[in-house]
């Protein structure tokens, strides 16, 4: 099945500092999605990101579908922007969502 | 509009005793899912379902059964509990009947622990 690697898998930025995220993935996708892990657990989808770039506010994305990867993007960043980023892609066909490791974000005052 | 719902949030069970995690979604979405989060793993998937009387086997379904008798529902089934399935259980819904094509919508999760 396809293979998804993130990195890095730690991170730790001062408050105000901008991050960037990768995710590569082993083959082409009809799907990639970024998810934020809140400290407390909640998954919250922050992209749907096949390929293109999306920005909502702060945070934005990249996705080249044709090199295999894509990348999140954190500007100013926020002590609530603490916790683990997932990246998760599906190939074509009827096959599901596999997830990356995540990076784990700490952002310190 | 509650989204997506999992209850218990938490649950110890002892070694060998069965329990249903349910999972219960109002947006009338076709695709639901089931994943296991375990530390470092990321989260894997164990079942899903791309409608009503439609199941499918994920990446690791030994140990668990479900069935999917209405839109709203997924139940999610231990069957004999073993500490390995000791884990954060989350259930995830979909729009898209195409398990590859939607955005992916979470449950809150369950903690699991097994004795």
């Known amino acids: 099945g396809i293979q998804v690697e993130q990195s890095p898998p730690d991170l730790i930025l001062q408050e105000g500092a901008n991050s960037t995220l990768r995710c590569n993935f082993s083959?082409?996708?009809?799907?990639l999605q970024w998810f934020h892990q809140n400290p407390w657990g909640q998954l919250i989808n922050l992209f749907y990101?096949?390929?293109g770039t999306k920005q909502n506010g702060r945070l934005s994305a990249t996705t080249v579908a044709t090199e295999r990867y894509s990348l999140l993007y954190i500007s100013s960043s926020q002590t609530t922007d603490s916790g683990v980023y997932f990246c998760a892609a599906a190939r074509s066909g009827n096959t599901p969502l596999v997830f990356g490791k995540g990076t784990r974000l700490s952002v310190i005052a | 509009n509650a989204g997506v719902t999992q209850t218990p949030k938490f649950q110890v069970l002892k070694t060998g005793q069965s329990m249903t995690l349910q999972c219960a979604q109002d947006m009338n979405h076709e695709y639901m899912s089931w994943y296991r989060q375990d530390p470092g793993m990321g989260l894997r998937l164990i079942h899903y379902?791309?409608?009503?009387?439609?199941?499918d086997q994920g990446e690791v379904p030994n140990g668990y059964n479900v069935s999917r008798s209405t839109t709203e529902d997924f139940p999610l089934r231990l069957l004999s509990a073993a500490p390995s399935q000791t884990s954060v259980y989350f259930c995830?819904?979909?729009?898209?009947?195409?398990?590859?094509?939607?955005?992916?919508?979470f449950g809150e999760g369950s903690r699991l622990t097994v004795l």
């Open positions: 379902s791309v409608g009503a009387g439609i199941t």
């Open positions: 995830a819904s979909s729009y898209e009947r195409h398990v590859n094509t939607g955005e992916l919508f």
């Open positions: 083959d082409s996708v009809n799907n």
């Open positions: 990101i096949p390929s």
